[in-house]
C-alpha cells in the first residue's frame, strides 16, 4: 500500500487538472486580455493567485468593470425568469400544479416545466381538471413556451457553475480557498468564461421570447387547444396518438422559432466542450457516492460490507482519493469538497481539510468572514460543521458543548 506522504502528494493541496480541448478552445489570449468564447472578455490562462487577490479585492476602472459586467448578467438572467413566471401565471399555465400546491403558490417555473415534459412523457393517461387540461393544452401548442423552458431550464446549471467559480475567487481572494495557481485556476476560469458566454447567448434569447405579463391582452385559445381540451378531461383513450401528432406540429413551429435564436448556434458550435463537461460532472457524481460508501462515519459507509477489510484509516485515505480525483473532474461539486476535508482531517490535519470546507462553505453561499451570509439562515449540520472548522472555533475548557 502507498506511503501517507505519496497520498498525499497526490491529493493536497488540491490540484484540478484542466482539459486541454476546452482550454485552448476558449482562449484567446493570456489574462488580462483574454476572449471568451463569445468574443466578451474572459479569464482565459495565465490567471494567477496575485491576480485573483487584486482582481476581487480591489480592481478598478476595465477590470472593475468586467466583475460588475458578470455580476449583471446573473441579475439580469435571473430577472427574465423572473418575467416568464408572470407571464405562466397570467396564461394560466400554473393550473397543471394542482397535485403540488406549494410549488404552484411559488410559481416554481422548474417544477412546472419537469410537470410538463412528465405530461407529455406518460401521455397523459389519466384524466385531467378542466384547468389543468387547458394549461397543457396552450403550453403544447406555444412555442414560444416551449423555446422558453429549454432556456430557463439552461441558466440554472450555467448560473451555478458561473456563480460557484465566482465564489470559489472571491474565498481565495477573501478566504482560505487557496486556489493553486496553473491548472487549478485555469480550469476555474474555463468554466466560468464558457458559462459566461453562454448565459449571454440565453439572455438575448430570453429578451427576444419576452412577453409582458401586465397589462398584455389574453388571447383566446387556439382551435387544436380547444379540440384537445376535452380529451385530456376524458383521459380518453386516443390520447397517445392525438398527442403525437400534436406534439409533431408543435416541434414544428418550434423549429422554426429557433432559426432565430442564439442559444443553438451557440450550442452547435461548442458541443463538443459542454459534452466533455457534462461526462466530467457526471463522473464526479458518481466518485462522491462510492466517497460516502468509503467513509466509516456516513450511513451508506456504516452500511458498506465490500470495505470490511480494510482498516478505518484505509477507508479514509481511499476516500480522500476518490474524492480528489471527483474535482479534478469537476471543481464546483459541493460536496465532493466536503467529504475530501472530512477524510484529511482523519488522517493529515485542517492545514489541508480548511481550504476544502472554505471552497464548500463558499459553494453553498456562505463566506465564513460575512456573517450576513449565514447569520440569518439556517444552516444545516454539514454547514455548521464546516464553518466552525473555517474559524477554528473550539469549546470552551469547563463549559457544557
Avoid at 423572473?82 to 410549488?103: D, T
Avoid at 438575448?204 to 387544436?224: H, I
Avoid at 432559426?259 to 443553438?264: D, K, N, S, V, Y
Wanted: no cysteine.
Amino acid at each position: 500500500m502507498r506511503s501517507p506522504l505519496v497520498l498525499l502528494a497526490a491529493i493536497g493541496p488540491p490540484i484540478l487538472l484542466g482539459v486541454a480541448g476546452v482550454a485552448s478552445a476558449q482562449r484567446s489570449d493570456g489574462f488580462p486580455y483574454a476572449k471568451a468564447a463569445d468574443g466578451h472578455r474572459g479569464f482565459g490562462g495565465g490567471v494567477s493567485q496575485r491576480d485573483l487577490t487584486v482582481l476581487f479585492r480591489s480592481a478598478e476602472g476595465e477590470d472593475a468593470a468586467f466583475l460588475m459586467r458578470l455580476f449583471d448578467l446573473q441579475r439580469e438572467v435571473h430577472l427574465l425568469s423572473a418575467l416568464a413566471a408572470g407571464r405562466y401565471e397570467q396564461r394560466g399555465y400554473f393550473a397543471v400544479l394542482e397535485e403540488a400546491r406549494e410549488a404552484a403558490l411559488r410559481k416554481d417555473v422548474e417544477v412546472l416545466h419537469r410537470r410538463f415534459q412528465e405530461f407529455l412523457r406518460d401521455r397523459v393517461r389519466a384524466p385531467m381538471s378542466e384547468a389543468s387540461a387547458r394549461a397543457f393544452a396552450r403550453m403544447l401548442f406555444d412555442p414560444n413556451f416551449r423555446a422558453r423552458s429549454a432556456a430557463l431550464d439552461a441558466q440554472r446549471s450555467e448560473l451555478r457553475r458561473l456563480r460557484g467559480v465566482l465564489a470559489l475567487f472571491t474565498v481565495h481572494a477573501h478566504g482560505r480557498a487557496d486556489l493553486r495557481k496553473g491548472d487549478e485556476i485555469n480550469q476555474l476560469a474555463d468554466a466560468a468564461d464558457l458559462s459566461a458566454s453562454r448565459l449571454r447567448a440565453l439572455r438575448l434569447d430570453l429578451q427576444v421570447l419576452y412577453e409582458p405579463a401586465a397589462g398584455a391582452r389574453r388571447l383566446p385559445d387556439s382551435a387544436e387547444v380547444d379540440a384537445l381540451v376535452p380529451l385530456l378531461v376524458r383521459g380518453d383513450a386516443s390520447l397517445p396518438r392525438t398527442l403525437q401528432e400534436a406534439e409533431r406540429s408543435s416541434a414544428r413551429q418550434l423549429g422554426r422559432m429557433q432559426t432565430i435564436l442564439f442559444t443553438p448556434r451557440f450550442d452547435q458550435r461548442w458541443h463538443t466542450a459542454m459534452r466533455e463537461r457534462d461526462i466530467r460532472e457526471r463522473n464526479a457524481r458518481r466518485a462522491y457516492e462510492e466517497v460516502l460508501r468509503l467513509l466509516p462515519l456516513t450511513d451508506a459507509g456504516r452500511r458498506e460490507t465490500a470495505f470490511d477489510h480494510m482498516s478505518t484509516g484505509d477507508r479514509y485515505r481511499q476516500a480522500a482519493a476518490t474524492a480528489a480525483e471527483g474535482l479534478r473532474l469537476d471543481p464546483l461539486h459541493p460536496e465532493l469538497h466536503y467529504t475530501i476535508a472530512l477524510a484529511l482531517d482523519f488522517f493529515a490535519g485542517r492545514n489541508l481539510s480548511t481550504p476544502h470546507y472554505d471552497r464548500f462553505l463558499a459553494l453553498r453561499g456562505i463566506r465564513h468572514w460575512d456573517y450576513r451570509t449565514f447569520g440569518f439562515r439556517d444552516l444545516n449540520d454539514m454547514e455548521e460543521y464546516a464553518l466552525l472548522a473555517v474559524v477554528g472555533w473550539k469549546p470552551i475548557p469547563g463549559q457544557d458543548e
